[in-house]
């Protein structure tokens, strides 16, 4: 037994000698070895909900807010789920995400909130790096008001391959990404297009799960070898405020075979 506590993170080595034997007589066989490293305090502390946005009794919100959540620790990625967010509202479908800092949690509804209608948030089953559960937070109240607080168009920032690559591999997935999530509806194969010396090609279009980015792959698994691919997406795009984007059309060349 130690006569005070081992240091936090200390590897402690406890090595058994050929000197124990058990009550027969028999000989420990060789010198057994086992590494124990010495762990922290137990953290017991509870995670608090530190700030809301929109805050507890904001009105005139736009219709296309996002909600979020500040925590004052880092929260256990697992428990940040959909099912872990209740919006008391008129809306059943929402995405959730962390920050790097897996401080702060953002809520996006996948469609616009309701004008001049109150929302309500609710928290269950979120926890620390410990597993203890979010507590001290109730719920909290916004109401919107009648139109949305964005009226920028959404914006392409980046695509892979790059405009202007000439040697892209013919088995390339195309990844557009936007600075703003768009309305899912209008994430399909009539919006975004691949054409290949200018004959379209049939193409699948898969949206990231905050429907930031969107990978457009050929159905037949391969692009056409040396072939100018063109990459368009239609104005028909919107963010989630219902506003459009701007015609965008990028070309790259895919390698010869």
């Given amino acids: 037994m130690p006569d005070q506590l081992f240091p936090t993170g200390q590897t402690i080595r406890t090595t058994f000698t050929t ?8 000989v420990l066989p060789g010198t057994p070895t086992f590494d124990v490293v010495i762990r922290g305090p137990v953290d017991s502390n509870a995670p608090a909900v530190i700030a809301v946005a929109p805050a507890d009794g904001a009105a005139a919100v736009g219709v296309d807010a996002s909600v979020q959540v500040r925590f004052n620790e880092s929260v256990n990625p697992v428990t940040v789920t959909p099912s ?3 919006i008391l509202g008129p809306v059943t479908i929402v995405q959730v995400a962390l920050d790097t800092s897996r401080t702060m949690m953002t809520i996006r509804p996948t469609a616009l909130l309701d004008a001049n209608t109150q929302y309500g948030l609710r928290l269950s089953g979120i926890t620390d790096l410990a597993g203890n559960a979010v507590s001290g937070f109730g719920q909290s109240f916004f109401t919107t008001g009648t139109t949305s607080g964005d009226t920028n168009p959404p914006v392409v920032v980046g695509i892979s391959p790059p405009g202007g690559n000439t040697n892209a591999p013919i088995n390339t997935a ?3 990404t936007f600075n703003e999530p768009l309305l899912p509806t209008t994430i399909n194969a009539n919006n975004f297009a691949l054409f ?3 004959a379209r090609l049939s193409t699948k279009v898969t ?3 905050d429907n930031t980015m969107v990978t457009l792959t050929a159905a037949s698994g391969s692009l056409p070898s040396n072939s100018v691919v063109t990459v368009v997406a239609t104005r028909d795009v919107k963010d989630l405020a219902g506003n459009r984007l701007n015609d965008f059309a990028s070309l790259f060349i895919t390698a010869a075979p």
């Fill in 19 to 26: 000197g124990i034997r058990d009550d027969t007589g028999t």
């Fill in 207 to 209: 949206p990231s799960v």
């Fill in 84 to 86: 872990a967010v209740q």
């Fill in 174 to 176: 195309v990844a557009l």
């Fill in 196 to 198: 290949a010396n200018g």
